[in-house]
């Protein structure tokens, strides 16, 4: 649950803008980690360049914003306004004081008689936090509930997200290691309880599979590792500035960090252990390996050679070959490296280590001033690492008491006064250096071991010019390296895979995966839990089907993108011929509408020319019987008539036949005009004889004789 301070701003009478606290709502209980929710605020300036100091001013300008108006800034009370809003376990006044110091430079605060005063008109022109803050805790309420989801259904472990928070806060800390030390202060224990560890490797188990199937998850993962990195500058005890150049600084590297920087790692984890070796070289710092740590690398590498020698059928002897030594083997079968070429690694191992800028010496001797129970510290470290064999114990505990001697009882409180530090890839062997160290009060704010994540991310942080990518590499690292079965549980694991062999219930190619494929490990840590009673056939065989899916899953999503890549092809290619048989349509239809335009215009041009013809041959036709009559070349009735009807039937034959009328037409025309030229006599012809009556009898008797001969005629 949190509190939030808003503001408000008022004007004064002068009219100047004042801000004043008030407490906001408290709002509903929340998953998120307040601590975790800030390191991936942090996130966000990570990689412009900035130095460290800068990441915490938009939080100290966030708390200086709702400070009491007038009231003096003091750096503890700073601290503690930090620590309740942001979720920091504590920030050292002198890092509160050198905050105020830069809020002064960039005019957030007014100093005044060495007293610093908010100075409210910077303050308001600062954004606000408040929206990205719940962003963060969004994301990371997302994060652990699939956290829980995966500790569900994996692990078959029922998980609150408080629970998988607290499990996240764990892999965070092996990335700040003073901020781990801050917050279990005052803690009955300095060291975490068996249950945390299984809890942490669950979420390393989680990281691991989320590298390749939740990059979602996964990038939300390296964002709260990259703000771990930077929250953990606020204890360095030089939080000032670190030196370009640590000259003083001696680091005598472990076996694991060398082996994985001459390539015998996963891809991933040999680029981080190859960069955190140029980090180092980038201040200037001398880096050396002790004599008996190179001869625990030739021992292993040389062990290496001989079961490439033998071959990879060699089971019995390939389960030896366990702990960290078992990524090294598994990386040169993978690499197709030969026993020869091992060999010569051997051979040359110095010039390698050289060409890496790691150079050999020998521990100083013992003296009897400042001689530490070396007895005592082996039982610590027995107790916290717990060594399958004497050898590599009795070496760690030799580079252990070397780094005291080197140091001379010196307690350096800062990297750049360092004179020898042990950096080693297992967390065991640096926490119970802490423990003992601490138990006979020789202690060092810079302890005598380091993790190479540790050390790696100070000096990222501190670096100006950080390697983005560097914390994931890091992180993929620590996945691998927190993942890696004992040599007990491996060597169980092996003498089942063999057994299944000698029965044939497993070919020689399924047998060759569980040994060497990189995703065996955290598959076997995911189906046995990291309990060696859990590896039996029934594990063997579960590990086998997810690890066949797993080989599986990028052909068969491969060949999912190509059928849907196919299918939308198709689905293009088809709508394409649609467009296409549509256009070929509407073009057709087009071409059948000019035809048939063409053909309507030529139709009516036929039309047009045949009535001009039909018209033409009815007016010659009228034009004859006009000029017939006009030479008065008709006599009688009878050929008048006869010739008019043949005229009229020959005109109307004309137009019929241009306007393709048959010869119904014409005669339809012909009786027509019959009966309106009967009409016509019938009445305009009685009204003419009337007319005419009162004439000459000549003309009278004339018409009389010729209507005689006429009757007689007929």
């Not at 993978?334 to 050289?354: C, D, F, I, K, P």
């Not at 999503?557 to 549509?582: D, F, I, P, V």
């Not at 063409?598 to 009228?622: H, K, N, P, T, W």
């Amino acid at each position: 649950m949190e509190n939030e301070l808003a503001e408000e701003t008022a004007e004064e009478p002068t009219g100047a803008r004042r801000i004043t606290p008030r407490r906001a709502k408290r709002q509903a209980p929340g998953t998120g980690s307040r601590l975790l929710s800030t390191m991936a605020v942090m996130v966000a300036a990570a990689d412009e360049g900035k130095d460290y100091l800068a990441f915490f001013m938009p939080f100290v300008a966030d708390r200086l914003k709702g400070w009491p108006q007038g009231q003096r800034v003091q750096p503890h009370e700073l601290s503690a306004a930090l620590c309740e809003e942001w979720g920091f376990p504590t920030v050292p006044s002198a890092v509160s004081l050198l905050l105020l110091q830069r809020a002064q430079k960039e005019q957030l605060v007014h100093n005044v008689d060495r007293a610093f005063y908010p100075n409210p008109e910077k303050l308001l022109a600062r954004a606000d936090l408040a929206e990205k803050k719940h962003e963060m805790l969004a994301e990371l309420n997302a994060l652990a509930a699939a956290v829980v989801q995966y500790a569900r259904e994996i692990h078959e472990l029922d998980w609150s997200e408080q629970r998988a928070n607290r499990a996240l806060e764990r892999l965070s800390e092996d990335f700040g290691s003073e901020l781990a030390t801050a917050k279990r202060e005052g803690q009955l224990s300095a060291g975490p309880s068996k249950e945390e560890d299984e809890a942490l490797a669950v979420v390393y188990s989680f990281a691991r599979r989320a590298v390749e199937r939740d990059p979602v998850n996964f990038n939300r993962l390296v964002a709260m590792v990259q703000g771990t990195m930077i929250a953990n500058a606020l204890y360095f005890e030089d939080v000032r500035k670190l030196p370009s150049r640590l000259a003083e600084l001696r680091i005598y590297l472990d076996t694991t960090p060398l082996i994985r920087a001459l390539g015998l790692a996963p891809t991933e984890v040999v680029l981080a252990a190859r960069e955190m070796l140029e980090l180092m070289s980038s201040f200037r710092i001398p880096l050396f390996v002790f004599t008996h740590t190179i001869d625990e690398m030739s021992a292993i590498l040389e062990n290496i050679a001989a079961a490439l020698k033998r071959g990879t059928r060699a089971y019995t002897e390939q389960g030896r070959i366990a702990g960290r030594a078992r990524e090294a083997i598994d990386a040169a079968v993978a690499a197709g490296m030969s026993s020869g070429e091992m060999h010569s690694l051997v051979a040359n191992l110095e010039q390698r280590l050289g060409e890496l800028g790691v150079r050999r010496c020998e521990t100083p001797p013992h003296e009897e001033a400042g001689h530490i129970d070396e007895t005592r510290l082996g039982e610590v470290l027995g107790e916290v690492v717990g060594y399958g064999s004497k050898g590599p114990l009795d070496k760690d505990l030799d580079s252990l008491a070397a780094v005291e001697r080197l140091r001379a009882g010196a307690r350096p409180r800062e990297l750049a006064r360092t004179r020898a530090l042990f950096v080693t890839a297992n967390s065991g062997v640096a926490r119970a250096s802490r423990e003992y160290f601490q138990s006979i009060k020789r202690d060092a704010p810079i302890p005598h071991c380091m993790t190479d994540i540790a050390l790696t991310a100070q000096l990222w942080v501190r670096s100006s010019a950080r390697k983005p990518e560097l914390p994931r590499r890091m992180l993929i690292a620590d996945c691998y390296s927190a993942l890696a079965p004992s040599p007990a549980l491996w060597q169980r694991w092996v003498s089942h895979i063999v057994k299944l062999r000698q029965g044939e219930k497993i070919s020689e190619e399924q047998l060759q995966a569980l040994i060497y494929h990189e995703n065996t490990k955290a598959l076997l840590f995911e189906v046995a839990h990291g309990r060696e009673e859990n590896v039996d056939e029934r594990a063997v065989s579960e590990v086998l089907a997810r690890l066949e899916a797993d080989v599986r899953a990028p052909a068969e999503t491969a060949a999912a993108a190509e059928r849907e890549a196919a299918e939308r092809e198709k689905q293009e290619l088809s709508s394409q011929l649609a467009e296409l048989g549509a256009w070929r349509r509407g073009q057709e239809a087009a071409q059948r509408a000019q035809a048939k335009a063409a053909s309507e215009r030529q139709a009516r041009r036929r039309r047009l020319v045949r009535l001009g013809g039909g018209l033409i041959g009815a007016a010659l036709i009228a034009g004859v019987f006009a000029a017939l009559v006009a030479q008065e070349a008709i006599h009688g009735r009878f050929w008048w008539a006869s010739a008019s009807t043949a005229a009229l039937f020959a005109g109307a034959g004309a137009v019929s036949w241009g306007l393709r009328k048959g010869w119904k037409a014409p005669l339809a025309v012909l009786v027509s005009a019959g009966a309106l030229s009967t009409f016509w006599v019938n009445v305009f012809g009685v009204a003419g004889q009337s007319a005419s009556g009162g004439g000459s009898g000549k003309s009278g008797q004339s018409s009389a004789v010729d209507g005689g001969g006429s009757r007689r005629g007929r």
